[in-house]
């Protein structure tokens, strides 16, 4: 799949391509709507299919001191788009200067002239251009006097609303049954095994450690999981802990995941691991043989949830 740049020329084969407009963190149903509608559009009409998203997300740049809240990494997001269709990947680079683009300019200069797009999908919400003024009526108005099309996609609902605050929310409270819902997949974070202080193998727990980066804090605690190797895509079924480890000291935020009957070294490999039940809040216990009797009754748990 191709991978394109806003502050680039669009390669000539892909020009008068479908674009679907939004920032598609979490690529939820509502996300995944909009896309479908796109690439439909371009396969009708032989067309290239694009799904655009945005990095840094707007908020980051406008609020740079807001705590992490991505659902996504460009990588995760390239390989969902891909999945569902694409053609190519358009990553607006936000910066000073896309956020004091008009959002007549964006239309004209961005979304005409340099890509060449024949149409654009948003939904309903969708804004862009200096102060967020641009909306899908302007598109409608404005983009259509130079030729530009447009499709408006309605909410998707699922006992409410969908949406990536929605689903941050669930993430937060421990509840990733619901984000798994919502996002047709379990919320991933992706990682590449570091060396920690090997705690884990004294008590026969050995762990995958990785760190959290711009991910979303789920609550912390402790998980049924799965895991994927991204180098052979194995899958492997485990308990992780996500948080400060109140047991050890110092305090150092982690995702640690133990792998059911799993010798292999994932040392320096880059793996993703999904969150689908949650077992228990973070705690402290009052002797290394409390805590390693609590973790067995974890991973027989998530054996039996995870099936």
């Not at 990553?91 to 200069?109: Q, R």
């Not at 990733?176 to 990682?191: Q, S, V, Y």
């Not at 982690?254 to 059911?260: D, M, Q, R, S, T």
Request: some cysteine; aromatic content about 10%; hydrophobic content about 40%.
């Amino acid at each position: 799949m191709r991978w394109l740049d806003h502050r680039n020329p669009v390669p000539e084969p892909l020009r008068g391509a479908i674009i679907a407009l939004g920032n598609f963190d979490g690529f939820h149903r509502g996300h995944q709507a909009v896309a479908g509608e796109a690439i439909e559009w371009a396969h009708r009409e032989g067309r290239p299919s694009i799904i655009a998203t945005f990095d840094p997300h707007p908020v980051r740049f406008f609020r740079p001191d807001t705590p992490p809240f991505r659902l996504t990494t460009l990588e995760q997001r390239q390989e969902l788009y891909l999945a569902a269709g694409a053609t190519a990947m358009l990553v607006f680079h936000f910066d000073k200067e896309l956020a004091s683009t008009s959002a007549e300019d964006f239309i004209a200069d961005i979304l005409i002239d340099r890509f060449g797009a024949h149409g654009v999908v948003t939904g309903g919400d969708f804004t862009y251009g200096q102060g967020a003024k641009g909306n899908v009526d302007l598109l409608a108005g404005f983009g259509a006097e130079r030729g530009l099309r447009s499709r408006v996609v309605g909410v998707v609902e699922e006992d409410g609303v969908v949406s990536s605050s929605r689903i941050r929310e669930a993430l937060r409270q421990g509840d990733p049954e619901t984000a798994t819902r919502l996002l047709t997949r379990p919320f991933a974070i992706r990682g590449v095994v570091e060396h920690g202080d090997k705690r884990g193998r004294t008590i026969g727990y050995p762990t995958a450690n990785l760190t959290i980066e711009s991910y979303l804090r789920p609550r912390y605690g402790i998980y049924a999981v799965t895991g994927r190797i991204l180098a052979t895509g194995a899958v492997l079924k485990g308990a992780a802990n996500i948080g400060v480890r109140p047991q050890f000291e110092p305090p150092k935020e982690l995702l640690e995941p133990y792998f059911f009957d799993f010798s292999g070294d994932l040392y320096g490999q880059e793996i993703e691991v999904a969150f689908h039940h949650f077992l228990r809040p973070e705690a402290r216990f009052d002797s290394l043989d409390a805590l390693t009797e609590q973790m067995e009754r974890d991973c027989a748990k998530a054996r039996e949830l995870l099936g």
